[in-house]
């Protein structure tokens, strides 16, 4: 016997949390519960604005129409909405025993300002320090010196960058002049730093710095390959489609010798815990990229080890199903 529920949720959002120029107030999306017999799965469905192809609504009307296709019976192909097969694939893999509870809770702390409060959370930090900074919102020569600052500072540490695409070559140089070429070893990667992809395989070549992909990777045409410079790609689920489409590109990815880092798209706490898992289980050797809770005001369903941060249940949503 088969049943299903479908929640639609609204989390507010930290202010001043800007993604691709828009600000994000609150972050919707929906929650979905399958039953069968005793075994229950739940998955998020939360398209992210400025990112995903896909707007709420319409993975609303594809998650509700496969919803009724399951509850007839048989199996039913996942939908083409990349948020909607991811979410409902978790749901499913949890139904079928087949998503590990390990979980991988140690994310690469994320910093988009202040480079002290990283500093302090780094000291925290057990094992392997590892740190994401976001560059290209502010001037090149300023990320530069925040840059060499932290890698001075915190002389284990190794960072990942993200520039968005947002630099032009000059302004990848600026970047790159600002920094110690000693210390440009202990830059992981910089995602995506130019507005194509070979300026930034040209960046790569000019400065030794490695770089790793993320938007690309979603681009009709990226096909996975061993190039230099490139160390690692990184994938983000709820852009990406089902945890079957997920296990293919990572395997893609380490037949070539790259690193996969597995990446929030800013869901809630439920699908956030679900990608640690994932990281545990796909990429056991990389920190993933997760942490982003923190910009958000409540949690849904399942608890962050450690956050602070109040836990709303389900039923406490909006049933929409
Ligand atoms: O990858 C991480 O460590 C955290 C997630 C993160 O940086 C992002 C999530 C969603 C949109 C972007 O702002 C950004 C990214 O581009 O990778
Ligand atoms: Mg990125």
């Not at 202010?15 to 972050?27: C, H, N, T």
């Not at 194509?196 to 990777?217: K, P, V």
Request: aromatic share 6%; glycine share 8%; charged share 25%.
């Amino acid at each position: 016997m088969r049943s299903a529920a479908l929640w639609r949720f609204q989390i507010p959002m930290e202010a001043g949390v800007v993604l691709r120029d828009q600000r994000l107030k609150q972050r919707e999306g929906l929650v979905v519960r399958l039953t069968q017999g005793d075994a229950i799965g739940w998955g998020e469905i939360s398209p992210l604005p400025g990112f995903s192809r896909e707007a709420l609504p319409e993975a609303q009307e594809q998650a509700q129409g496969w919803l009724e296709h399951w509850l007839a019976g048989g199996d039913v192909a996942l939908p083409g909405l990349p948020s909607v097969a991811f979410g409902l694939s978790c749901a499913l893999a949890e139904l079928k025993g087949e998503l590990p509870q390990a979980a991988n809770y140690r994310a690469a702390p994320l910093c988009t300002g202040d480079p002290d409060e990283l500093i302090i959370a780094l000291a925290d930090m057990p094992g392997e320090k590892v740190a994401k900074v976001k560059v290209g919102l502010y001037e090149a020569v300023r990320d530069g010196m925040v840059v060499n600052l932290l890698l001075e500072a915190v002389p284990d540490l190794q960072l990942r960058l993200d520039a968005n695409r947002s630099w032009t070559p000059l302004k990848a140089q600026q970047f790159a002049k600002y920094v110690n070429p000693a210390h440009r070893s202990r830059i992981e990667f910089i995602e995506e730093p130019c507005k194509t992809r070979d300026q930034s395989r040209e960046f790569s070549r000019e400065t030794g710095i490695a770089i790793a992909w993320d938007e690309s990777l979603r681009e009709e045409d990226f096909i996975f390959s061993a190039e230099s410079g490139v160390v690692a790609v990184v994938i983000k689920p709820t852009l990406t489609g089902s945890l079957e489409r997920v296990r293919q590109q990572v395997a893609a990815a380490h037949r070539l010798g790259q690193k996969v880092v597995i990446s929030s798209s800013i869901e809630s706490s439920l699908g956030l815990t679900q990608l640690a898992r994932i990281a545990a289980w796909l990429t056991p050797d990389a920190i993933p990229g997760l942490d982003t809770l923190s910009l958000m005001q409540t949690q849904l369903e399942r608890r962050w080890p450690g956050s602070p941060l109040p836990c709303l249940n389900a039923e406490q949503l909006e049933r929409i199903r």
